[in-house]
């Protein structure tokens, strides 16, 4: 039973193996087993979520058609609103907040008969890369609890490597869905900006934020994919698209298929073991009959500048919300301004804090030009260099992460930790998409490369990803905290 | 800054948020060195247009499910301290 993904599974319920909700039952036992190390959820939802089983098996029974996902027990990252269900951003500000709405992802999984255990931690408002932020305390990685399971979407992917979860969603908007899912052995899939709706997403940076599945395999997140992506009137940045079935790209056939490896991605703060990692990955794709080609990405190293400023500056914008009038947290106060301050010092926490200060400091009038118009041209020279780089080759190579995942308080100050994140903030300045696979091991410990593609490019990773994948299934392996009885 | 963010800092807390603050914008100081005069700024990843809906109203929360999550609220308002 230790490698359930998705499709597995799926067969299963249909072959009547099992029922989707002695399956469920399977899972909660095992997340109320592993939880008190793992800590991946804020609150549960086995009620529903056994419900659903039930009317999936009937349907099943009744010989009707039932989707991919029907009746796999999954996670939902606690950022993301399902109706009548707390949504807390792992803030105080949201301890006791109950959507009254659903995402538009939620939506769209209910049509697909989705099960979900439970909302998953992160760190607040999705601030930070170990789950270290989250107000209810941090996941642990399963893979070894000493470590962080990394972040933000640390907690869907604790909760996917230990299986208290088949599969589970999470939010990318500088690495937090490839980054965990590198530390934690996992495939993560952060879709072209547009591709889902951010609808019922709590905005953290709208020119960033993006949903996407972290899974047990590449299959998976292609029927992942399959079930969020798509148009949404109610998300004025998602983009008009027919819709596609994410399965066709899984091919193991690279023949051909260009792929650009930028020098820039292999600087000197990238660990050895990681580089030969992903090297070893291209030289198997080289000997499958794909094209590497050198391609310059030369502002890759002004990434992490251009994101913590632009970043920061939209989550301030987006976070004046919180002033404790019409939802949340509220501290009362002399007056009314007296009680914003005091609710959203005492509200949010310091990380949080710092990024609503530096976005007001970089939109504030004097620094304005300097800071925030001067990341914004930036950005856009970011981008001509992907341009240029994607004239030249189909997808790019690049590690997830500098190295594997980290221990707890491995990073005291704030600008070495916005440092780590130089592989993955590039990605979604761009608005491209990007996908992370295990590409090796150090040290007992899961390391990850991104294959990224040029923006709506979502199958030639898949494609990519699935070649690699497929040759390697050492790779694809079950944490120790993961492992259950059959 | 911090009347600005609507947030209020300890002394120790302040003396730490200055200096993270500090070292974080200087070292971003480094994008001084691309030269962007002709760069047009980039908003957004993907290209821009305007997005119209049909004026068509449609249903939204009643009073109730708005005020569902109110700190506080009175005869089908909000609740907040005296502003004048």
Redesign the interface.
Known sequence: MNQMTIHDLHEKLLAKELSAVELTKTFIAHRDAAEGEIHAYLSTSDEAALAKAAAVDAKIAAGEPVSDMAGIPGAIKDNICIKGETCTAASRMLEHWVAPYNATVIEKLEAADYVSLGKTNLDEFAMGSSTENSYFGPSRNPWNTECVPGGSSGGSAAAVAANEAVWALGSDTGGSIRQPASFCGLVGLKPTYGLVSRYGLLAFASSLDQIGPIVKDVTDAAIVLNAIAGHDPRDSTSIPMEKKDYKEALKTDVKGLRIGVPDEFFGPGIKEETKEAVKSALAFYEKEGAEIVPVSIPHIKSGVSVYYIIAPAEASSNLARYDGVGFGFRMPGEDIVDMYIKTRSAGFGKEVKRRIMLGNYVLSAGYYDAYYLKALKVRHLLKDDFDRAFAQCDVIAAPSASGAAFRFGAFSDPLSLYMEDICTVPVNLVGAPSISIPVGFHDGMPLGMQLIGPALGEERILNAAYAFEQAHPELTRTAPKGEMEA | ?????????GPE?LEE?KA??N???T??D???Q?D?EK????????EQYN?M?DDVPHTS?TNE??L?????KENGY?K????I
């Open positions: 800054m911090a009347l600005l963010s609507r947030l209020a800092f807390e948020m993270s603050m070292s974080i914008l070292y971003m480094e994008l001084n691309y962007t760069v047009e700024p980039m908003v957004h990843a993907v997005v809906r929360f499910e708005a569902l999550n109110a700190p506080e909000f907040v301290p005296k502003i």
